[in-house]
């Protein structure tokens, strides 16, 4: 994972200073911002299905761009930019559920660690916080993969990564 960061930033770099002489906003910038918030790169089990497309013409955002979960089961990474005279915002769509599975199913099966139905602790992880509480599992996973669960006392589905047998994470950073 380490090489892969290194790599982004080798790539993004001389892309992010044309763009940004330019004034607009490197589409590859934003997808190593993407790719960090998700942990996954993008085209793979958990990460952007594809790159930012590079006909975009954002305003180069004189800030730090904010990411969030956004869609029915976090299917989407909602990027706003909100430090510039136009702010802009896009939505880039996220490999999810099935699409996970049948990739990582496809590539090397591993034995399911949590199954459907089971009560487990997700944990929402934040730079210097955490908060745990109990949901159920609403499809089966491996741990790394990425699964739908309800958590306990809401009827929204949300996904999470699968940790361990008895612990899935969100994470925020």
């Known amino acids: 994972m380490l090489r892969f960061a290194v790599f982004l ?13 330019l004034g607009y906003a490197d589409p590859a910038a934003i997808d190593a911002e993407v790719a960090a918030f ?3 790169a993008p085209g ?3 990460g952007a299905r594809g790159p930012v497309d590079r006909r975009l013409r954002m305003t180069a955002c004189g800030g730090p761009l904010q990411l969030a979960w956004h869609g029915r089961g976090a299917s989407m990474v909602r990027v706003e930019c909100n430090a510039t005279q136009a702010p802009w915002r896009i939505f880039v769509p996220v490999n ?4 996970v599975n049948a990739v990582r199913s496809a590539a ?3 034995p399911p660690a949590i199954a459907r139905g089971q009560v487990l602790t997700i944990t929402l992880q934040g730079r210097g ?5 109990q949901a159920e599992a609403l499809e089966q996973g491996a741990v790394g993969q990425w699964i739908r669960v309800r958590p306990e006392g809401s009827r929204e589905e949300v996904r999470a990564r699968v940790d361990s047998p008895i612990r899935v994470t969100i994470p925020l950073h």
Do not use: C, K, M, N
């Open 96 to 99: 999810t559920g099935g699409e």
């Open 9 to 21: 930033a080798a790539v993004a770099l001389p892309a992010a200073a044309h763009a940004q002489s």
């Open 129 to 133: 916080f955490s908060i745990t509480q």
């Open 44 to 46: 793979t089990p958990g």
């Open 108 to 110: 090397s099966p591993l």
């Open 38 to 40: 998700t942990g996954a």
